[in-house]
């Protein structure tokens, strides 16, 4: 793979459904001889019930307490991964979960159970250094008025064009370049996924994406560590054999393209973490993860991505160390509560 990271039994009856309730067969049976003569056997009655037709109803959609006890199990899962395997996660309202750590670090934690850790693969078509003040920590002298941003969905369903080749083959519009070259680092954008994005990595590079081509979903599993012969820690995914097939695509187009768009960006929670540039098609269903990381957390963002996104966004509501009576110093308790965002 040559990629170069430039930024960090049993039967259905199925002609039944046509009988309506339950149909009576008449079964003759076979001549009997007595001595009286010939006698016919009484007939013999056979109840055949049609099975229930198959429903076509869409599944019920899930309860507000179906998807908190979700994503309390997904943190729970993300926490133990990380070797807090005593963690306490507990779903206290409808819109609260308590997150109970002993000795836990609290960046570590509230990076774990605060991201909603939304993946997705898209197509970079402009990159540009965001005029941002944070950026350069400049004072920015005022601009000139500028057209107000176009609106955008903030919701998946109003792009009809969602084949496959359709996402593989998406331009922006000149109004798309238009919004973009106005857009800074900080200013909001909705990251949704049959859309454009216009996004950031930590270096306040901005990035005009197009859909997202390959889900979290696709992502078998994530892995932390320094390869062999390198120095720098990275996150390993590998992809299902659906992302497999839809990276070799992606990578087979991009590595004839020029810079910037023989890039792809991997986004998580609408940040770019990585924007690897191809020069060949990768097969192999293989993609890393690179960037300055330090060991926490390139195993912080693996563990995220390991067990998929939370079906709810959070906010972390707050965060304190306690020490019951009776536990040992050294030995507090870090409490984190956090909230569905916006409740």
Not at 99 to 123: E, H, I, M, Y
Request: glycine fraction near 8%; hydrophobic fraction near 40%.
């Amino acid at each position: 793979m040559s990629i170069h990271d430039r930024a960090f039994g049993k039967p259905v009856w199925h002609r039944a459904r046509r009988v309506a309730g339950a149909a009576t067969v008449m079964l003759a049976a076979g001549a009997m001889t007595a001595c009286a003569g010939p006698a016919i056997a009484p007939p013999v009655t056979v109840t055949v019930t049609a099975p229930p037709a198959t429903s076509t109803t869409a599944p019920p959609t899930p309860s507000r307490a179906d998807l908190m006890q979700q994503s309390a199990d997904i943190i729970q899962h993300r926490l133990a991964a990380a070797g807090y395997t005593s963690a306490g996660v507990v779903v206290q309202s409808d819109d609260q979960i308590k997150v109970s750590v002993p000795n836990g670090d609290a960046a570590t934690v509230t990076s774990l159970v605060g991201k909603q850790g939304q993946l997705g693969f898209r197509a970079v078509y402009q990159v540009a250094q965001s005029a941002s003040s944070e950026a350069t920590g400049a004072l920015m002298l005022p601009a000139l008025p500028t057209a107000p941003p176009t609106q955008r969905p903030t919701a998946p369903g109003s792009n009809p064009n969602t084949s496959f080749s359709d996402l593989l083959n998406w331009q922006p519009s000149s109004q798309d370049s238009r919004d973009f070259n106005n857009w800074s680092c900080g200013d909001p954008f909705p990251d949704v996924w049959d859309q454009p994005l216009f996004a950031c990595d930590s270096s306040y590079v901005k990035y005009l994406l197009g859909p997202v081509i390959i889900k979290g979903q696709n992502v078998n599993s994530a892995h932390a560590g320094i390869p062999w012969g390198g120095v720098a820690y990275q996150v390993a995914l590998k992809l299902d054999p659906t992302g497999t097939d839809a990276f070799a695509q992606l990578t087979t187009k991009l590595a004839g393209q020029t810079s910037p768009m023989n890039q792809f960006a991997i986004v998580v929670d609408g940040a770019v973490v990585s924007a690897p540039a191809v020069q060949s098609a990768v097969t192999n269903g293989q993609a890393q993860i690179t960037g300055s990381f330090t060991g926490q957390q390139a195993q912080d963002l693996a563990s995220v991505l390991s067990y998929g996104a939370l079906p709810l966004r959070f906010d972390v509501a707050s965060v304190t160390t306690v020490a019951p009576p009776g536990v040992a110093p050294g030995g507090p308790i870090l409490e984190v509560f956090i909230t569905v965002h916006g409740s």
